[in-house]
């Protein structure tokens, strides 16, 4: 399998991508390496911007822990500026298990993680409280889990929320959000990082948090307890 070209950067180790069609709103990135532990669903709702260009790269970097990594846009092109829709966290979470739903056949029984940026990482911890037997872990990298509201309480899947030590506002509504999770959590803040981690070694910090993360919770093991750390 030869190495591929993803995002300007080469990948380290060997990867192969497809793209998976999810009903009649597109398609998905799916990108396999060798003797996957796990899959890592990226779940985006910011259009073409910084941030989705973060995750491309945090995707490569979870490859290289090997760790497949599916990666979607949640909005529709025309759907970006709006903000009524960026906030429905349930229109969000319909279309995060959408494109669960459409994993093809060698996937559908990988271990899971979901990793949400933004009023994504609400969506995914939504669609865990929904169908938590196939999550197994989920990240949210600047995110606002406040936004799942009452859901907070039912996630069952170890969570970690990463947030910039300068990002205070979302700093803040993430410390309120992590006290009302009763799963196996930990809150993680980046020293010096900004909203959107493009600080020296923000990312890299992220990459390594969220790969340390899912490698460890990525396996069949029961959910459950309320086992709890923060940084």
Same mark, same amino acid.
């Given at each position: 399998?030869? #190495? #591929? ?12 991508? =497809? ?9 998905? =990135? ?16 910011? @259009?073409?911007?910084?941030?989705? /260009? ?23 092109? !025309? ?12 229109? #969000? ?7 669960? !739903? ?6 559908? !029984? ?25 999550? @197994?872990?989920?990240?949210? /990298?600047? @995110? /606002? ?16 929320? #990463?947030? @910039? ?67």
């Amino acid at each position: 399998m030869p #190495l #591929l070209r993803q995002g300007g950067h080469v990948e380290r180790i060997a990867t192969a991508c =497809t793209q998976i069609a999810v009903g009649d709103r597109g398609h998905a =990135t799916l990108c396999c390496v060798h003797n996957a532990i796990g899959l890592v669903v990226f779940a985006h709702a910011n @259009g073409f911007s910084q941030s989705s /260009r973060s995750n491309h790269e945090l995707a490569r970097r979870l490859r290289e822990r090997r760790l497949d990594t599916l990666e979607y846009e949640l909005l529709e092109p !025309d759907e970006t500026d709006h903000d009524a829709h960026a906030r429905n966290i349930s229109l #969000l979470a319909d279309r995060l298990l959408d494109v669960i !739903d459409a994993l093809p056949a060698s996937h559908r !029984d990988h271990p899971l993680g979901l990793f949400g940026s933004g009023n994504a990482s609400a969506a995914a911890l939504l669609a865990e409280t929904r169908q938590a037997h196939r999550v @197994g872990a989920v990240v949210s /990298r600047g @995110g /606002r889990p406040d936004l799942a509201g009452n859901h907070l309480n039912e996630v069952q899947a170890p969570t970690l929320l #990463l947030v @910039g030590e300068a990002d205070e506002q979302v700093l803040t509504l993430n410390r309120q959000a992590y006290a009302r999770l009763r799963c196996d959590k930990r809150i993680e803040v980046v020293p010096r990082a900004t909203h959107l981690f493009l600080e020296a070694g923000a990312l890299d910090a992220v990459a390594t948090k969220a790969a340390d993360w899912f490698c460890a919770h990525l396996q069949a093991k029961p959910k459950g307890g309320a086992a709890s750390h923060a940084s």
